[in-house]
């Protein structure tokens, strides 16, 4: 990943307990695997500090990884199945976007937490 231009920090706000009850459980019982990781970390590089959304293409984060866009998607489906990241389109404007489950990985304190987890949810439906 290129270093921010403006020197500005971002950073998110990572839970270990829930990464490894989820996305570690998952990989070690076959329902994710290790490169599904490497997405999610990209993803999570890519999060907005402010909005908590990761404003990237499949394509983006494959070229970023140095993957196949085909093996990017399918990791895309997996941590979606598995709950841990969902994909927004605003119906307005057509704006596309990942979210990560918030309780794995989120911005802000907790009443912005709350706003983000209502936005995850929202989103799987």
């Known amino acids: ?35 599904d990781l490497a997405v999610l970390v990209a993803l999570l590089g890519n999060v907005n500090w402010r909005s908590g959304r990761a404003q990237i293409t499949p394509s983006g984060l494959a070229a970023q990884l140095g993957i196949l866009d085909s093996n990017c998607r399918a990791s895309i489906s997996r941590l979606r199945k598995q709950l841990l990241i969902s994909r927004v389109v605003n119906r307005a404007t057509g704006e596309a976007y990942f979210l990560i489950n918030p309780y794995l990985a989120a911005v802000g304190g907790p009443q912005r937490r709350g706003h983000l987890w209502q936005q995850f949810t929202d989103s799987l439906e």
């Open 1 to 35: 990943m290129n270093p921010r231009q403006n020197t500005s920090e971002n950073f998110v706000m990572v839970f270990p307990e829930e990464l490894c009850e989820k996305a570690v459980f998952a990989v070690k019982s076959k329902q994710l695997q290790p490169r």
